[in-house]
């Protein structure tokens, strides 16, 4: 058995484009860094882990020890899919999906994930709306077809079902807690992290999808 955790991330000027009004283009640049550099080291913490790789356009600024998958430009979902093929020609048999910008994600919930997902072969966590996926553990090679984007949960769940699985729903505070929009930027702040202290505090008006 080897799981491998996969990471896909925008390039990083490109990144969190829906926080522009309240961060300038740099400060973005260096919360996605900041935010990917600490969903990297939780996975390096996860014992259940044989390897990490980040999909990406961009091969910098990446820890060692971490694999680099190309991003060529592709549909997202068709990117994820192609990188799941990628790590099944590796050797792996199972694989989490991990979204870059979940700023408090601890190891024991990527853990938890992965265990939840070993009786059935699927588990989806849910962002705190209830609307997005911020993580995905399968098995591979696997027929399932991801749809990262708005409502992908209930997206999600309907994949599952026609596979004949009922997956599992893992509800952590770290999984559940990503930043998207201003809402969640001053959410952050308020958490008082001094990695995260250096953005301006934003308006609480939330924007984000539901």
């Known amino acids: 058995m080897s799981r491998w955790a996969l ?3 925008k390039a990083r000027a490109a990144g969190k484009g829906r926080l522009s009004a309240v961060l ?12 990917l550099e600490h969903v990297l080291q939780e996975l390096g913490r996860c014992g259940q882990l044989d390897g990490i790789a980040v999909l990406s356009p961009e091969p910098h600024a990446l820890p060692a020890g971490s694999v680099w998958i190309n991003d060529a430009g592709a549909e997202m979902n068709a990117a994820i899919r192609a990188a799941l093929s990628a790590l099944t020609a590796r050797g792996a048999t199972h694989a989490v999906i991990v979204a870059a910008d979940l700023p408090q994600l601890a190891a024991h919930e990527v853990s938890a994930l992965i265990a939840a997902s070993e009786g059935p072969g699927i588990a989806v966590a849910p962002d705190r709306h209830g609307g997005g ?45 990503d930043v998207d929009v201003a809402e969640d930027l001053a959410l952050l702040a308020a958490r008082h992290d001094p990695r995260y202290a250096w953005p301006p505090r ?3 008006t939330s924007d984000k999808p539901r």
């Open 7 to 9: 990471v896909p991330v």
């Open 202 to 204: 934003p308006s609480t």
């Open 24 to 35: 300038e283009e740099r400060e973005r640049v260096a919360l996605v860094q900041t935010m």
């Open 133 to 177: 996926t911020n993580a995905l553990a399968l098995a591979l090679p696997s027929d399932f077809v991801p749809h990262f984007g708005e409502q992908s949960f209930a997206r999600h769940l309907a994949e599952s079902l026609k596979l004949h699985i009922a997956p599992v729903i893992v509800r952590l505070p770290g999984l559940e807690f």
